[in-house]
């Protein structure tokens, strides 16, 4: 319908870069009112791949196992996502990071800020639970 901007910034202390990637992409999809098309853009392998391979979808389908032998990590946070994306029609694009583009430039400036942020409270999904 049209183009609209809203900057969002946050994070947790003792947590990851991954997790602090995906909550990004979630909290963003979160503040959407209705169901939308969204194109996504991130520098995060992590996360696109993850979404565009279906490799997220699979991890679910197999009870958030990677493989036989290998649990995915991250699953409170993989769970929110395909849920969001189950509401919202997301594509996800993949852009290089800290190469000028003026986006992406913006929302690592606001995740350096929000990291250096005293006060930042603990992951409450980190160290993972078993």
């Known amino acids: 319908m049209g183009d609209h901007e809203r900057e969002l910034s946050g994070g947790f202390c003792l947590t990851t870069n991954n997790r602090m990637e995906l909550l990004?992409?979630?909290k963003g999809l979160e503040t959407l009112t209705r169901p939308c098309q969204v194109v996504l853009y991130s520098d995060s392998r992590y996360v696109v791949d993850a979404m565009e391979k279906g490799w997220a979808v699979k991890w679910r389908a197999n009870g958030w196992q990677r493989n036989k032998r290998e649990?995915?990590?991250n699953p409170d946070l993989w769970a929110r996502l395909l849920d969001l994306c189950a509401t919202h029609d997301v594509e996800?694009?993949?852009?290089r990071g800290?190469?000028?583009v003026a986006?992406?430039?913006r929302c690592d400036r606001l995740a350096?800020?929000?990291a250096k942020q005293s006060s930042l409270p603990d992951d409450p999904g980190y160290p993972p639970r078993p």
């Open 24 to 26: 990004a992409v979630i």
């Open 92 to 95: 996800f694009r993949w852009v």
């Open 103 to 105: 986006d992406n430039e």
């Open 112 to 114: 350096v800020a929000a």
């Open 98 to 100: 800290h190469t000028g």
């Open 71 to 73: 649990k995915a990590v």
